[in-house]
């Protein structure tokens, strides 16, 4: 069956950075589009970005300039690098693929920036 993992979220300072991980298997990882999303207390979950299969990515406005996705196909896993860490972008994690008829999530990862 499809699992998505994802790993990689801590506490940290406003400017610092993290790495987040989504290890997927259940899939055809190279040729699944992947996307980040994320939810914060009291918050509807919204799109972080998302990264097709050629490897192109698109954000949203909030996050651009200091968050990247990337995947390496070998290791079936998609990367969210992000930079510049605000109290906002404080929030649980989740990575996301929608494969055959289904719409599938990982349990996320929880994100806390803070001094």
């Known amino acids: 069956q499809v699992q998505l993992v994802e790993s990689g979220g801590d506490l940290v300072q406003p400017g610092g950075s993290l790495r987040l991980s989504c290890a997927a298997s259940?899939?055809?990882?190279?040729?699944?589009?992947m996307a980040w999303y994320r939810q914060a207390p009291g918050n509807q979950r919204e799109l972080v970005g998302a990264?097709?299969?050629?490897?192109?990515?698109r954000y949203q406005d909030s996050v651009k300039g200091r968050f990247t996705i990337s995947r390496d196909n070998a290791k079936n896993t998609v990367y969210l690098q992000m930079n510049s860490l605000k109290p906002e972008d404080t929030a649980v994690y989740y990575c996301?693929?929608?494969w055959g008829v289904g719409d599938y999530w990982g349990k996320g990862t929880l994100v806390t920036v803070s001094s």
């Open positions: 259940g899939i055809i990882f190279r040729v699944s589009n």
């Open positions: 990264i097709t299969t050629s490897g192109t990515t």
């Open positions: 996301n693929v929608k």
